[in-house]
């Protein structure tokens, strides 16, 4: 329906009315079912009726459903900051916790600020980010992201602070014959000349998602990027913070996907996953060496929200890690990916109009052009994300279209984050 009072993002939307949940399906008012291949935007990784995160909603509200953070801690909030803890990479000991990606963003850059100031780095204050990346829609998250066309008509509103270097896209900017090792060469030795320009000394961090998700589908790095580019920060005092918002939380087949690359950086923001979309929650995950900078200094991080640590968010923090590895359903992420993926390329992968499928895990993307050999984009005139959608809806299907950022120009994929439960029949 076209709703009367509800603002929604497209205002001409035309909606069906979602009532229920099965597995990895969505149920409209008509009775019609979806089968939700993209999770929303990768964010139901356990299907819409998974029995202990309903029971995990339920325990929790009949106990406590919201406690400030400034008068009380409770027991789901520590025993999941706990477990985030020992299951991180490094020595990510500390967990910030919040409603979304956003906020985990927002906090990210103002706590690698803070960092530097306690240090008696008052300089420190820049953020390189990359081109062609999504960090959030909050106006810091925003400056961070390199996405030019979510960013235009807010430049005026956007921080001077921010930076950016080229993205990692074997796809579109691996030049024809450069070997893996000479392309991250080439982008490590970019982002160390920008740090240079600037003045390392006004530089707080480097951010990046390891797997870059909706602006350009499920972008995997090179092998090697992210030692190179951790290699560089280290080198300058630069701290690497990981946007796994998205691709965080089993999403490539490994709780976190920086796992894959060898790095443990001094941040790493997760969202989506972690509430599997029963609860809104998000966290920073943050290394010993900036809480305690934090702790023995003015013990005080100046940024907060009202929902930090949400009780009920929480809670249902903690089923999904007794899902995804007390039941070990990860396990399943990286074998039913590749099923996926080959399956993926054995229908499209001769297609005239799909230039690249990639991706890891159940974190999956195909790239549209409009000829496969000149890598040309598709008009943005014709609006084909849009289509696709509307299209793949009518046949009962929910994927992720969208029309991203190449070169300054418009692009289009579909990206694929289809719930972790799902079997062969789907
Ligand atoms: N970072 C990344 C990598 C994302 O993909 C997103 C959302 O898609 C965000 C941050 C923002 O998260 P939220 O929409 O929960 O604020």
Not at 172 to 183: H, I, K, L, T, V
Not at 310 to 322: E, F, I, K, R, S
Request: proline content about 5%; overall charge negative; some cysteine.
């Amino acid at each position: 329906m076209k709703s009367r009072y509800v603002f929604p993002r497209h205002t001409k939307a035309d909606l069906p009315i979602a009532v229920g949940g099965d597995g990895p399906f969505l149920i409209d008012a008509d009775g019609k079912r979806y089968l939700d291949a993209c999770g929303g935007a990768a964010v139901s990784c356990l299907g819409h009726s998974d029995e202990k995160l309903k029971a995990a909603v339920h325990e929790q509200v009949d106990k406590l459903a919201y406690a400030h953070t400034s008068f009380f801690t409770t027991d789901p909030s520590e025993e999941l900051a706990e477990r985030l803890a020992e299951l991180s990479p490094g020595d990510l000991n500390r967990v910030y916790f919040v409603s979304g990606g956003s906020e985990a963003m927002e906090s990210a850059l103002k706590l690698a600020r803070q960092f530097h100031m306690e240090n008696g780095q008052l300089e420190r204050a820049k953020i390189i980010a990359r081109w062609q990346s999504y960090h959030g829609n909050t106006l810091g998250a925003l400056s961070a992201g390199g996405n030019r066309w979510r960013r235009a008509q807010f430049e005026p509103m956007l921080s001077p602070a921010m930076h950016h270097v080229s993205q990692c896209n074997a796809y579109r900017s691996q030049a024809a014959g450069e070997s893996d090792e000479a392309y991250t060469d080439r982008l490590a030795q970019e982002l160390d000349d920008t740090i240079q320009n600037l003045g390392s000394e006004t530089v707080a961090a480097f951010v990046a998602e390891p797997v870059v998700g909706a602006t350009m589908g499920a972008v995997p790095p090179v092998a090697g990027y992210f030692r190179k580019m951790h290699a560089v920060c280290k080198k300058h005092g630069v701290l690497l913070i990981l946007d796994e918002v998205m691709c965080g939380m089993g999403r490539t087949g490994t709780l976190f996907a920086c796992e894959q690359e060898g790095v443990a950086p001094d941040m790493i923001a997760i969202a989506k996953g972690l509430g599997a979309g029963v609860q809104p929650i998000g966290a920073l995950l943050v290394s010993d060496r900036i809480y305690d900078t934090i702790e023995t200094g003015s013990g005080f991080f100046q940024h907060g929200h009202t929902y930090l640590g949400h009780p009920m968010a929480c809670a249902v923090g903690n089923a999904v890690l007794d899902r995804l590895v007390g039941d070990d359903v990860l396990a399943r992420v990286a074998p039913i990916g590749e099923q996926l993926r080959q399956a993926l390329t054995a229908r499209f992968g001769n297609h005239p109009n799909v230039g690249d499928i990639r991706g890891r895990g159940l974190f999956l993307g195909l790239e549209l052009v409009a000829d496969r050999g000149t890598k040309e984009p598709f008009d943005p005139k014709l609006g084909l994300a849009g289509k696709i959608k509307k299209r793949a809806m009518a046949e009962g299907l929910m994927c992720y279209p969208m029309g991203g950022t190449i070169d300054g120009e418009r692009g289009d994929h579909v990206l694929l984050a289809p719930p972790f439960i799902i079997e062969d029949e789907h």
